[in-house]
């Protein structure tokens, strides 16, 4: 296989990168830094250098490519129109170079947010209607629309929590642990799936190749569902620590919400951490059925939770992030 990453130094980029590398397959990434591609170039990646705003270098970096995994999107914005500038527009870019240059698949990494929460009990299959609660979750379900009107075949996949290595937002949640610590926003009972990295990256590439898979729209994840208070749990077992479930009421979580929004506004930054995201933080729950994808592509998530979470501290300890 000859394919394109883009977003192959982010953290899901990156362990994609390593599974079609240790397939040996032919892989090329789109690179806005080339001081962040040190590892990049240990692996043996060709480097287009450009951005999804780069026509020409996004018909270089997809020339003779048979598959384009876009991974490359934008979680955290001013505001929607920043949002859909990212995931929606460059999405039309990357497509319609990836058809000019007579790419054979396109598989993009949306995320569950696309969709909207799942009822409680009733994991999301991908044939729901969709209703996304976050300007992000708009933004990348406009760029599923972008997708679907592609004349290339395509797969969409979305994954709900992502964690393992190099991920940094588990680690604040790993960093509360070792103080004892757990919050949680609401009660703790909200429904939750989750994806080790790695298991996401060989989802992506079991994706690219079987016929059953285009046109279709996965959740990749284990089947296993835990609570949000499961999972500080885990976390802390996980790092050996006990911790203290602490329960954030809606009104205090949507006030604090929106400090730390207009904290980072003040100080010119972005965080996923604001006003918008309490639509997530205090839905039921966000489940998905990985059944669909097991069946047309032969994947399984090899990591439940605790042993995710274990090999995702060990790297942290090993790395000296914590």
């Not at 979580?253 to 003040?266: K, Y």
Request: charged share 20%; glycine share 12%; hydrophobic share 45%.
């Amino acid at each position: 296989m000859r394919a394109l990453v883009t977003g192959a130094t982010g953290f899901v980029g990156s362990h994609l990168i390593e599974a079609l590398r240790r397939d040996n397959h032919d892989v090329a990434a789109l690179v806005r830094t080339p001081g962040k591609a040190a590892a990049l170039t240990a692996l043996g990646v060709e480097q287009v250098r450009g951005h999804l705003g780069d026509r020409d270098a996004l018909g270089r970096a997809a020339e003779g490519r048979d598959v384009v995994f876009h991974v490359a999107g934008l979680t955290a914005a001013l505001d929607e129109a920043e949002y859909l500038h990212a995931n929606r527009d460059g999405t039309r870019a990357l497509i319609e170079a990836a058809e000019r240059a007579g790419a054979g698949r396109f598989v993009y990494v949306s995320s569950m947010a696309a969709a909207g929460p799942a009822p409680r009990g009733r994991p999301l299959t991908g044939d729901e209607p969709p209703a996304p609660v976050t300007a992000y979750g708009r933004s990348k379900l406009a760029g599923e629309s972008v997708v679907r009107g592609s004349r290339l075949p395509w797969t969409i996949v979305r994954p709900p929590m992502v964690y393992g290595p190099r991920d940094r937002e588990v680690l604040k949640v790993f960093q509360l642990a070792r103080l004892g610590l757990g919050p949680v926003f609401g009660d703790g009972t909200q429904e939750l799936s989750a994806v080790h990295a790695s298991d996401l990256a060989g989802a992506l590439v079991a994706v690219a190749a079987p016929t059953a898979a285009i046109g279709a729209t996965y959740y990749a994840c284990h089947p296993e569902i835990f609570t949000s208070a499961a999972f500080v749990r885990a976390v802390g077992q996980a790092a050996g620590k006990h911790v203290t479930v602490i329960r954030i009421p809606l009104a205090v979580g949507r006030l604090a919400l929106a400090g730390t929004g207009a904290a980072a506004r003040a100080a010119g930054r972005v965080t996923i951490l604001n006003a918008d995201k309490a639509n997530e933080f205090f839905q039921p729950a966000w489940t998905g059925d990985p059944a669909p994808l097991a069946r047309d592509a032969g994947w399984a998530a090899g990591y439940d939770l605790a042993s995710g979470l274990a090999d995702t501290w060990r790297w942290y300890k090993s790395a000296r992030w914590l």
